[in-house]
């Protein structure tokens, strides 16, 4: 899933390739992808891409007028910018994985693509972000917060760091790659519990955070954004690691469930040495 470096690297593409270009036409293909009716897709024809941003993992297209095309990856949506169209025959309603396709008037554009049966990817076309559900409940930024405000979120929310670092409303844009990232990085265990971290933990998953990020919003910046694979990330320590070797201390990196997934992490870096207890396997067990 898409976190808040692939979608800044994304933003940082559109800036370059797509501001000052007028909107031939916006096609929707998945009619259920496409959240709002009114302003209609055809509202955006004629106008300039003036800019692109981000909301925590939200895409913010911008056109003249103040219209946004706000967009919301999920799990296995992506942006791909094209040079040119293979034709100039609108989508097809249902077919293929292009859920919306912006065309722009020197014949390049992007498609907003979904992989997979699971189709998540939400637009939004609206005059101003706050009116998209998601974004108008998002905490302060991952990447902007100081350390203030972010021990403050933290400690509004009682639980395992893990859960609370990855609730948008409590900070937005860290999802679970970056969290493992961000808690190996920081030494702290995924389920130590926030209203029990003291202020240098909260100090050191502060620092934690703005580097892990930092450098990945850096590495995401410096490969075209048309070849980022949102699963492809290089630079990742624990996630998606099991069984392979801590880069750090060498230690096995281990997974254990966590919510609907699961999660990575080095038991020596992390948890004193020793492994967590999966929950959902002891479950089963007994
Ligand atoms: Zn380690």
Redesign the pocket.
């Known amino acids: 899933m898409p976190e808040l470096p692939e979608v800044e690297a994304l933003a940082g593409y559109l800036r370059e390739r797509a501001v000052g270009r007028r909107v031939d036409r916006l096609e929707v293909a998945a009619i259920s992808a496409l959240k709002t009716y009114d302003p209609a897709p055809s509202a955006v024809a004629g106008r300039a891409v003036v800019d692109a941003g981000r909301h925590g993992k939200f895409l913010d297209v911008i056109f003249d007028g103040g219209l946004h095309l706000v967009v919301h990856l999920a799990r296995a949506g992506w942006l791909h910018y094209r040079e040119a169209f293979p034709s100039s025959a609108p989508l097809r309603p249902g077919k293929g994985p292009v859920a919306l396709r912006v065309r722009l008037d020197d014949g390049s554009g992007f498609d907003l693509t979904e992989a997979g049966t699971q189709k998540k990817l939400a637009a939004y076309l609206v005059t101003d972000p706050a009116e998209v559900p998601g974004v108008a409940k998002l905490g302060p930024d991952a990447l902007r917060a100081d350390l203030a405000t972010f021990a403050e979120r933290l400690r509004s929310r009682r639980g395992q760091v893990k859960g609370v670092l990855t609730d948008q409303s409590v900070l937005a844009g860290v999802g679970n790659a970056y969290s493992d990232e961000i808690l190996?990085a920081a030494k702290l265990s995924p389920f130590a519990i926030t209203d029990r971290l003291t202020d240098d933990q909260l100090a050191g998953l502060h620092a934690a955070t703005r580097t892990v990020l930092g450098d990945a919003v850096r590495r995401s910046m410096g490969q075209r954004a048309a070849e980022l694979k949102g699963e492809k990330r290089s630079g990742l320590k624990v996630h998606a690691r099991t069984g392979l070797p801590?880069p750090?201390?060498?230690?096995t990196v281990r997974e254990v469930s966590f919510a609907d997934s699961s999660l990575q992490y080095?038991p020596?870096?992390?948890t004193g040495g020793k492994p967590l207890a999966d929950r959902r396997l002891s479950r089963l067990v007994r």
């Open positions: 190996h801590c750090v201390c060498g230690d080095c020596t870096c992390q």
